[in-house]
């Protein structure tokens, strides 16, 4: 089971990015997945994640209105959507997978991409 996540870049705060998260080995179709991001020197921390329908989605209050979470199951593929970026978005954001169809904001995923790293400068 892999995650490849891509879409990372460099970009001005203000703008936007759009992450992808392509999972291959399996079908996802049916279990809560999320995004997660590690900024230098801090800890990984949950941003977003959205259930197995795509009918309920969570955010972190810090991109809350700025992000969103999308997902198409023909393509096994979620997508995070990111606008009015800012310097403190900057990290490596990594996507992650559930056995469960149960969403989680905590840690408790247990397929991980790799990571793409996210710079917003100001």
């Known amino acids: 089971v892999q995650l490849q996540a891509s879409g990372g870049g460099l970009v001005r705060a203000g703008g936007s990015l759009r992450l992808s998260c392509a999972a291959s080995?399996?079908?996802?179709?049916?279990?809560?997945m999320g995004w997660f991001r590690q900024a230098p020197g801090k800890e990984r921390e949950f941003v977003t994640a959205?259930?197995?329908?795509?009918?309920?989605?969570y955010y972190a209050d810090s991109v809350k209105g700025r992000f969103t979470i999308s997902r198409d199951a023909a393509k096994n593929t979620v997508y995070l959507q990111m606008n009015s970026l800012k310097p403190e978005d900057t990290a490596v954001y990594y996507c992650?997978?559930?056995?469960?169809?149960?969403?989680?904001?905590?840690?408790?995923?247990?397929?991980w991409g790799q990571g793409t790293q996210v710079t917003v400068s100001s």
């Open positions: 080995g399996r079908a996802f179709s049916r279990n809560a």
């Open positions: 992650a997978a559930r056995i469960s169809s149960v969403v989680v904001t905590t840690m408790s995923y247990d397929y």
């Open positions: 959205i259930s197995w329908s795509g009918a309920s989605t």
